[in-house]
């Protein structure tokens, strides 16, 4: 992977009167039958792909359970995707199949690949409009590592398939996301406040399509964000809860 940390730019921005790039929109509130776990708003959702996809790195994936289980991770690794490039779902038309993805934002778009494995996105931007970010990786508490590196092992780890795609980012759907934990983001203000960057920003993983779009910028497929990991280093994921 490109290690190389650079500042998302992004051409897709958010409809006029739609939330910012600022972090305040996504101010949470209380996720009912989730404790003290708050809820990422619709507002958080309502911008960019290439905005919102950063802002999720390092937010929490949560999942509850028929038998009254909770999951809970943190997402590390997302991708950007915007109707306007042939690698978007929505590029050529819309369908049944994508439906979803064309909103309203804050919904959870999820679609198989290759006939087996099922992709886990978040529908962003506004209604009509083609725009979403993949969650790539997630990393758990107390798991190996590559327990959910990778959309294929995201989705079976938190036991998510076509049933959620449409379904709202609400606690009362049994999934949904939540703000980064305290921890970590103080750990993310530190970081700033001495220079260094929590996220790196590369291409994305298997994107060829639209590469040609603007052949002296890399900047239309520099859409994939991780935390960068090599900065926390190897600390126990248990410290960011």
Request: charged content about 25%; overall charge neutral.
């Amino acid at each position: 992977m490109d290690t190389k940390r650079t500042r998302k730019t992004g051409r897709d921005q958010p409809p006029e009167g739609a939330a910012g790039s600022s972090l305040a929109a996504s101010a949470p509130r209380a996720a009912p039958g989730s404790g003290d776990v708050d809820l990422l708003t619709p507002a958080f959702f309502a911008r960019g792909a290439d905005q919102v996809g950063p802002d999720l790195v390092g937010c929490q994936l949560l999942r509850r359970f028929e038998d009254g289980r909770c999951l809970r991770g943190l997402v590390v690794e997302t991708e950007a995707y915007c109707q306007s490039e042939p690698a978007c779902h929505g590029h050529r038309r819309r369908s049944p199949s994508n439906d979803t993805l064309f909103g309203p934002p804050g919904r959870f778009y999820v679609y198989v690949s290759h006939g087996i494995h099922h992709c886990v996105n978040v529908v962003t931007d506004r209604e009509g409009w083609a725009n979403g970010v993949l969650l790539r990786a997630v990393a758990l508490a107390g798991e190996p590592e590559r327990t959910a590196a990778g959309p294929a092992l995201l989705a079976r780890r938190f036991g998510l398939d076509r049933r959620q795609d449409g379904q709202p980012v609400d606690s009362a759907g049994g999934v949904w996301l939540a703000p980064r934990p305290p921890a970590l983001l103080a750990w993310w203000r530190q970081q700033q406040l001495q220079g260094q960057d929590p996220l790196l920003t590369t291409t994305r993983i298997g994107i060829t399509r639209g590469v040609e779009l603007h052949p002296d910028s890399d900047d239309d497929i520099r859409r994939a964000t991780a935390l960068a990991t090599e900065s926390i280093n190897d600390e126990p994921w248990e410290k960011w809860w």
